[in-house]
């Protein structure tokens, strides 16, 4: 009688297949969706364990995948790799921007979760919705490869380029595809699986209002600086214009001691994006130092202190500055 | 090998990405998880007195079902990345993506191109080399600013009596799109999870580790009168490797020279045609016919878009109100294409998604085209 299990053999995950002749050719499949012609088995070696025969995969077997056995061209047998219990545990964390309003112009939301992501999913998970209940189609730049960090935490979606930038076909003939004076939502759905393959405990949205466009240059010589006064901890405060894409804010600003040395200390983003705190380790020096703010970074239109988004040639004001960090001295007193 | 300064040993490439071929059948494999670009010597088996099979076209049906079957997964398991052809045996290589999530691993597919048999390429012995992405973030990096995280969750700090909830920064990515030889130099184009710019690589090959990459931003003219700048989605080399034609993620399709690529220049690319609106470019690629050459562009909305050089190179700048014109392009009935490859003597080398969902390679003839 001709059995076939899930086995390990030499430490590796195998099938074994029990009553079969020495010799006798075992090979493995997965079964085909109706198919042309020949389709070659599934790559392994076929090793004898003491009465049995062994194959062993040179990829892993898959979670909820059917996989047939022939010996001698003959089934003997089918199995499925069993799906390990899926619980909900994964929830979405944030939904950025976290400002309640943002410009028609707006460019990219993220989705940070409380765990990895499957890959390849985003285009049929995230969605944006008007404020009548409807998706906004083609508002999102479907993306492949899709934008992930590198722990598939955080998703970045851009919205489609291509109808923000002025003077192109997809802006002109489709336009924005957010609109001023009303609100939308950037939905997660519930079934967007994690990289276990498990739903999320839950959905999750975040509303937004569209406000008007933004197409002015980050100009950090504009922003507001609370200075803490010397020999504190107190933070070192900067207020925007208007609310700053949170994860260049992470990555571009930075503060720097009478030597030119990074402070150390810690950073943070506050409500909105519309303003950045920095908390030193030591007491601060009564001494000249500086914010230094990388020309990267962008507002959430993709407006940066280097450039803005989409460039009106006519006017000059909008040169791009393409130059060293900028920089903010301040002293603590 | 020591040529091109491969040494022996396994590459570890952690990602399917982008691949494409260099000279000598050495292979480039984008890693985008590792953030490097990995140099390969796949010793094609075919590459030792295989008479030239270029004359003849190749078509395979269902090479999905085929790797899914020889990976023994289904087909929803099965992520081909991109594609290329071995410029001397004309075997077919895939960068694949294998299953999806935790489960997900790399795989190097070869289809055979005699007999369409499937193999894979492990990595293991392989002579190689690679180059680390230069701004691309260390795997530990601990990058200290977070966000304030009001609710439960996050990292707990304190400052004296003030206590705070911070969740940590997710670190930058940079995720390369497309990847092309030319004459010494990888170019490398690529995006960002975090900021929104076109930056092309030009990297010396052999790799130096001394010698760093040179970077530039190249901007485009909308209709004279926008300059923008935005990622490169797919580009490719002609007329020798002298000129580039590169599309971006918001459509237009832009010419620039490689001559003009010099650190410290500010580089603008003229936007030659513009595919249409909800319609991005996939890939390109050239080939000559009749002592012409020509570019296939591969679209997701309409088919396939046929461009003659000459015509890019005489194409002045779009401007109002010419839009939506640009150079004269024919768009063929061929639609589904997502990859393409050249594939020598006559034929260019098709991925083709078919009714029923398959993927297909299809050679094209390029008299026919």
């Known amino acids: 009688m001709t059995g076939v299990s899930w086995s390990r053999c030499d430490g590796d995950d195998c099938i074994r297949v029990s009553g079969v002749l020495p010799g006798a050719r075992v090979v493995v499949r997965v079964p085909p969706a109706p198919m042309v012609g020949h389709l070659p088995p599934m790559a392994g070696r076929v090793v004898p364990d003491g009465a049995d025969t062994c194959f062993v995969p040179r990829y892993p077997f898959l979670f909820g995948t059917t996989y047939t056995v022939a010996v001698d061209g003959a089934v003997v047998g089918e199995l499925v790799r069993p799906r390990p219990e899926r619980s909900s545990a994964t929830e979405v964390l944030e939904i950025g921007p976290t400002a309640s309003e943002v410009p028609r112009n707006l460019l990219r939301l993220s989705v940070t979760f409380s765990a990895p992501m499957r890959d390849g999913r985003a285009d049929a998970h995230v969605h944006l919705v008007d404020q009548r209940g409807a998706e906004i189609h083609g508002a999102l730049l479907p993306m492949e490869p899709e934008l992930w960090d590198g722990d598939r935490r955080r998703l970045t979606v851009l919205l489609d380029p291509a109808r923000i930038k002025r003077g192109l076909v997809g802006h002109r003939e489709l336009g924005y595809p957010l609109r001023s004076g009303e609100s939308f939502r950037l939905v997660v759905d519930a079934d967007y699986p994690d990289a276990r393959g498990g739903p999320l405990r839950a959905g999750a949205d975040r509303r937004y209002e569209v406000g008007a466009d933004e197409r002015r240059r980050v100009d950090p010589d504009g922003w507001a600086l609370r200075v803490p006064a010397a020999r504190t901890f107190d933070p070192l405060e900067v207020g925007f214009d208007r609310p700053l894409d949170a994860a260049l804010l992470a990555r571009c600003l930075r503060v720097v001691d009478p030597a030119g040395r990074a402070v150390d200390g810690r950073g943070g983003v506050g409500p909105e994006g519309r303003s950045w705190w920095f908390a030193p380790t030591g007491a601060w020096a009564p001494a000249l130092h500086a914010l230094v703010v990388d020309p990267a970074l962008e507002d959430l239109a993709g407006n940066s202190v280097a450039r803005v988004f989409d460039r009106d040639l006519t006017r000059t004001d909008d040169d791009p500055h393409d130059g060293p960090p900028v920089t903010r001295p301040f002293e603590p007193r | ?369």
């Open chain 2, 1 to 369: 090998m020591s040529g091109y300064g491969l040494q022996a040993g396994t590459a570890e490439v952690a990602s399917a990405g982008p691949i494409a071929f260099g000279p000598d059948g050495i292979l480039f494999l984008a890693d985008n998880v590792g953030a490097k670009v990995v140099a390969v010597d796949v010793g094609d088996p075919g590459a030792a007195g295989r008479a030239v099979v270029g004359a003849q076209p190749f078509d395979l049906e269902a090479v999905d079902a085929r790797v899914a079957s020889f990976l023994g997964c289904g087909t929803d398991d099965v992520v081909i990345r991109d594609m290329a052809v071995h410029p001397s045996t004309h075997d077919v290589y895939l960068s694949v993506q294998r299953g999806h999530g935790d489960a997900a691993q790399r795989v190097l597919v070869r289809v055979d191109r005699l007999d369409g048999s499937i193999a894979d390429v492990p990595l293991d012995g392989l002579p190689w080399a690679e180059f680390a992405l230069a701004d691309a973030p260390a795997v530990d990096d601990e990058r200290v600013d977070g966000i304030l995280w009001p609710e439960s969750g996050g990292e707990e700090i304190h400052y004296g009596d003030l206590t705070l909830r911070v969740l940590r920064q997710p670190i930058r990515t940079a995720t390369i799109t497309d990847l092309a030889y030319v004459d010494g130099a990888l170019l490398v184009a690529g995006l960002s999870n975090e900021e929104f710019s076109s930056k092309l690589r030009r990297i010396p090959f052999p790799f130096r580790g001394e010698v760093a990459d040179t970077s530039l931003e190249i901007f485009h003219v909308s209709h004279g009168k926008w300059e923008t700048a935005a990622p490169i989605r797919t580009f490719v080399p002609y007329d020798g490797g002298r000129s580039i034609l590169a599309s971006y993620t918001c459509t237009p399709v832009v010419h620039f020279t490689l001559a003009d690529l010099v650190p410290g220049t500010k580089v603008v690319g003229r936007t030659v045609a513009e595919l249409g609106p909800v319609n991005r470019p996939i890939d390109m690629v050239t080939f000559v016919d009749g002592g012409e050459e020509y570019l296939l562009v591969a679209n997701t909305s309409h088919g396939l878009v046929k461009i003659a050089c000459r015509d890019i190179d005489a194409q002045a700048p779009l401007t109002e109100p010419h839009e939506p014109v640009g150079v004269p392009r024919e768009t063929e009935d061929l639609r589904g294409i997502t990859r393409l490859a050249d594939l020598g003597s006559g034929y260019v080398l098709a991925l083709q998604r078919d009714d029923e969902g398959r993927l297909n390679l299809r050679s094209l003839k390029t008299a026919s085209l």
